[in-house]
Every structure is written in structure tokens, then in C-alpha cells.
């Protein structure tokens, strides 16, 4: 009786895997499981579907490890920069040789087609630059970095336009993309790419944040102008 039950079992499933003969390529971890014998005839297209899906796997897995290599190496290329541009910000003998060393760096080492800073305190030593503004933190203009500034959190992403014509002045147009730092009671840092993908919402900020962080203590050194 137990006999008869299983094969009738057996037939029923043979049955319907005729009628759904596409059936292992939605499952094919089960092609997997399936236990085939090695000799000529229609057994040989299952292991040979079963030996593509492994070369299949195997070829995500390659792609996957690739991509991770690659990640990796590129985080320690930042882990490296952002270090050397923490050195050098603690060698700085001024605010302004400071602001200087972080705009060269981000410009040079970092690959920022035009960075900005907009600071909200005079710094006494540098010049009319470009890259440069010094705007006082409750001046109207800067309304629209409220939300920026309270949360002290790097942005990335494209701006709004008034942001980007405040930011980049007659340039603005080259800007299609940007990363903002926020540095609470000092001001903004701005990297803008004409890569529109160069900075995306949601990307890691982890690096930004340390950045910010460095130059906002770099400048706790010295007085205000």
C-alpha cells in the first residue's frame, strides 16, 4: 500500500513537470538538489541546466567579490587622503592658512571641480578669493541653508538654485552636482562637480563628516577675526 501510494506520488509530480516544463527556472536551487543519473539522453539536459546554473552562480559570486575589492580599495584611498588632510589642517599656523590648506586639498586630492566655503566670521589674512565668502549666520541669504546648518549633517545631491547661485556665483552653471558641509558657529564647506552622479542623496558621508570635523577643530585653534 505504501508502495503503490509513492509511486502514484511519483507519476503525479512527473505528470505535472511535463505540463510546466519551465518550472526549475523559477526554482533552481532546487535543480540543485536533484540527484540525476550520469548517462545519454534526456537526464543529461537537467545536469547540463544544472552545471549553467552553477557557472551562473558563480559568475554573480565573482562579480560580487569584484565589487567589494574595489570598494575596499577605494575606501582606503579615502582613509588615506582623509588622514593626510587632517595632518595637514593640524599643521596650520592661522585660520587662514587653514581655510587655505582645506579648499587646496579638496580642489587637488579629493578631484572638486569648485569648492566653495562660506564662513560666518571674517578671517583675518586672506584676500578677495573666489572661493571664499564670509556671510554672518543670520544674514537672510543664507535661509535656505537653515535646515543644512541645524542638522550639521553633510548633504550631497543637487542643490536648489538660489543654493547653487549663492554657493558659485557666475559659475554656477558648471555645478551639477554638490557636497555640503556643515560646520555649526563656523559655516559651509561646498565640493561641486560637473558630474551630475559625482554626488548623489543617499551616498556615504562618512568621509565628509570626518572632513568637516577636522577643519571645524583645525579653526577652534585661533581666534576669531
Same mark, same amino acid.
Given at each position: 500500500?505504501?508502495?503503490?501510494?509513492?509511486?502514484? &506520488? *511519483?507519476?503525479?509530480?512527473? *505528470?505535472?513537470?511535463?505540463?510546466?516544463?519551465?518550472?526549475?527556472?523559477?526554482?533552481?536551487?532546487?535543480?540543485?538538489?536533484?540527484?540525476?543519473?550520469?548517462?545519454?539522453?534526456?537526464?543529461? @539536459?537537467?545536469?547540463?541546466?544544472?552545471?549553467?546554473?552553477?557557472?551562473?552562480?558563480?559568475?554573480?559570486?565573482?562579480?560580487?567579490?569584484?565589487?567589494?575589492?574595489?570598494?575596499?580599495?577605494?575606501?582606503?584611498?579615502?582613509?588615506?587622503?582623509?588622514?593626510?588632510?587632517?595632518?595637514?589642517?593640524?599643521?596650520?599656523?592661522?585660520?587662514?592658512?587653514?581655510?587655505? *590648506?582645506?579648499?587646496?586639498?579638496?580642489?587637488? =586630492?579629493?578631484?572638486? =571641480?569648485?569648492?566653495?566655503?562660506? *564662513?560666518?566670521?571674517?578671517? =583675518?589674512?586672506? &584676500?578677495?578669493?573666489?572661493?571664499?565668502?564670509?556671510?554672518?549666520?543670520? =544674514?537672510?541669504?543664507?535661509?535656505?541653508?537653515?535646515?543644512?546648518?541645524?542638522?550639521?549633517?553633510?548633504?550631497?545631491?543637487?542643490?536648489?538654485?538660489?543654493?547653487?547661485?549663492?554657493?558659485?556665483?557666475?559659475?554656477?552653471?558648471?555645478?551639477?552636482? @554638490?557636497?555640503?558641509? @556643515?560646520?555649526? &558657529?563656523?559655516?559651509?564647506?561646498?565640493?561641486?562637480?560637473?558630474?551630475?552622479?559625482?554626488?548623489?542623496?543617499?551616498?556615504?558621508?562618512?568621509?565628509?563628516?570626518?572632513?568637516?570635523?577636522?577643519?571645524?577643530? &583645525?579653526?577652534?585653534?585661533?581666534?576669531?577675526?
Amino acid at each position: 500500500m505504501d508502495n503503490t501510494n509513492e509511486k502514484l &506520488g *511519483a507519476h503525479e509530480v512527473a *505528470a505535472w513537470l511535463r505540463r510546466h516544463p519551465t518550472f526549475l527556472q523559477q526554482f533552481p536551487d532546487l535543480a540543485l538538489t536533484l540527484v540525476v543519473p550520469r548517462e545519454d539522453g534526456p537526464a543529461a @539536459s537537467l545536469a547540463s541546466y544544472q552545471l549553467e546554473v552553477l557557472r551562473d552562480k558563480n559568475r554573480e559570486l565573482s562579480r560580487r567579490l569584484h565589487d567589494l575589492f574595489a570598494n575596499a580599495q577605494e575606501n582606503e584611498r579615502l582613509a588615506v587622503r582623509t588622514h593626510q588632510l587632517t595632518l595637514a589642517l593640524m599643521k596650520q599656523g592661522s585660520a587662514a592658512d587653514t581655510l587655505r *590648506a582645506m579648499a587646496a586639498s579638496l580642489a587637488e =586630492d579629493f578631484q572638486g =571641480d569648485l569648492v566653495r566655503i562660506v *564662513a560666518f566670521h571674517p578671517v =583675518d589674512g586672506i &584676500g578677495d578669493v573666489d572661493w571664499l565668502q564670509v556671510i554672518a549666520q543670520d =544674514d537672510p541669504r543664507l535661509a535656505g541653508f537653515r535646515d543644512i546648518l541645524g542638522s550639521g549633517e553633510p548633504v550631497c545631491g543637487r542643490l536648489h538654485p538660489d543654493k547653487n547661485a549663492l554657493l558659485y556665483g557666475p559659475r554656477v552653471d558648471e555645478v551639477q552636482s @554638490s557636497a555640503l558641509l @556643515s560646520l555649526p &558657529g563656523v559655516g559651509v564647506v561646498a565640493v561641486g562637480s560637473r558630474d551630475p552622479n559625482r554626488f548623489f542623496p543617499g551616498m556615504g558621508t562618512l568621509f565628509l563628516r570626518m572632513m568637516g570635523e577636522a577643519l571645524a577643530t &583645525g579653526l577652534q585653534r585661533f581666534p576669531r577675526g
